[in-house]
Nanobody
Framework: QVQLVESGGGLVQPGGSLRLSCAASVKVFSFYAMGWHRQAPGKQRELVGRISGGGTTNYSDSVKGRFTISRDNAKNMVYLQMNSLKPDDTAVYYC?????????WGQGTQVTVSS
């Protein structure tokens, strides 16, 4: 059983920053790629970025250069540092664990970018 718990969401002004965290209860955490996704009201869930077990990252074009994903395998944690936030970044952000055979999702954390 894999459980993921996101935290760190909230209300931030345009241009501001937030850091999301995802705590994973999974054995051999370092083996698995982890992803961050988001879903805005009325839109489909989309990939924000992902990080491999070895730390290789990739990002969607919409966040490249503004968002950074990192992980601490010793703590079973993955992070999403979000800078230069825009109103279009408003969404529920989800953490995903890519375990062979299936994906696991957290419950999500709301990020609202508004003045």
């Amino acid at each position: 059983q894999v459980q993921l718990v996101e935290s760190g969401g909230g209300l931030v002004q345009p241009g501001g920053s937030l850091r999301l965290s995802c705590a994973a209860s999974v054995k051999v955490f370092s083996f698995y790629a982890m992803g961050w996704h988001r879903q805005a009201p009325g839109k489909q869930r989309e990939l924000v970025g992902r990080i491999s077990g070895g730390g290789t990252t990739n990002y969607s074009d919409s966040v490249k250069g503004r968002f950074t994903i990192s992980r601490d395998n010793a703590k079973n944690m993955v992070y999403l540092q979000m800078n230069s936030l825009k109103p279009d970044d408003t969404a529920v952000y989800y953490c995903k664990a890519e375990v062979p055979g299936r994906d696991y999702w957290g419950q999500g954390t709301q990020v609202t970018v508004s003045s």
